[in-house]
T-cell receptor
Framework: AQSVTQLGSHVSVSEGALVLLRCNYSSSVPPYLFWYVQYPNQGLQLLLKYTTGATLVKGINGFEAEFKKSETSFHLTKPSAHMSDAAEYFCAVSPSSGSARQLTFGSGTQLTVLP | DTAVSQTPKYLVTQMGNDKSIKCEQNLGHDTMYWYKQDSKKFLKIMFSYNNKELIINETVPNRFSPKSPDKAHLNLHINSLELGDSAVYFC???????????FGPGTRLTVT
């Protein structure tokens, strides 16, 4: 079984400061990893994904994440926060093989950006 | 232009009623999903269909029944609604060879 832990249900940063959202996973085999963002009253939008290859992946809106197998982590970062980054962020994993590719989500991190 | 659409966006109904939520995707994907997001924003898979065949059926009450008339549609029918069914339901789709899922805007179901 796979599981995802997001440390910190709420994170506040000042505009222009570094954003760091933490995600650790548990899986018997390396899974595929995703970060999604949810703005208020909207659906989920894919920020970035890791499947294979380069462990540092870049996504939309200036976000990036690094897959660290030894630490079973996939933390999300952005060098400089914007007010528009305020949203709920979800880390998710899916099996890397088989026909069942359901996403298992973390509990989410609410990002607040302070002016 | 909408990739994954759901109707209705809001649904308010009384306990005991039967309701349906519709989902359509125009991405040509072969797999569709239903997720439930509870009041604490926790997201959990409910069902998955691949080429109209049910491949994931998590532990949900059998009052919930998905139906896939074709690859582009996956509807969710709920019988005898209960207060605990109040949540936001998201439809998603993906292509087997490409792993990310695309989500619809969600349907907020409120049971009174």
């Amino acid at each position: 079984a796979q599981s995802v832990t997001q440390l910190g249900s709420h994170v506040s940063v000042s505009e222009g400061a570094l954003v760091l959202l933490r995600c650790n996973y548990s899986s018997s085999v390396p899974p595929y990893l995703f970060w999604y963002v949810q703005y208020p009253n909207q659906g989920l939008q894919l920020l970035l994904k890791y499947t294979t290859g380069a462990t540092l992946v870049k996504g939309i809106n200036g976000f990036e994440a690094e897959f660290k197998k030894s630490e079973t982590s996939f933390h999300l970062t952005k060098p400089s926060a914007h007010m528009s980054d305020a949203a709920e962020y979800f880390c998710a994993v899916s099996p890397s093989s088989g026909s069942a590719r359901q996403l298992t989500f973390g509990s989410g991190t609410q990002l607040t950006v302070l002016p | 232009d909408t990739a994954v659409s759901q109707t209705p966006k809001y649904l308010v109904t009384q306990m005991g009623n039967d309701k349906s939520i519709k989902c359509e995707q125009n991405l040509g994907h072969d797999t569709m999903y239903w997720y439930k997001q509870d009041s604490k924003k926790f997201l959990k898979i409910m069902f998955s269909y691949n080429n109209k065949e049910l491949i994931i059926n998590e532990t949900v009450p059998n009052r919930f029944s998905p139906k896939s008339p074709d690859k582009a549609h996956l509807n969710l029918h709920i019988n005898s609604l209960e207060l605990g069914d109040s949540a936001v339901y998201f439809c998603a789709s993906s292509q087997a060879s490409v792993y990310e899922q695309y989500f619809g805007p969600g349907t907020r179901l409120t049971v009174t």
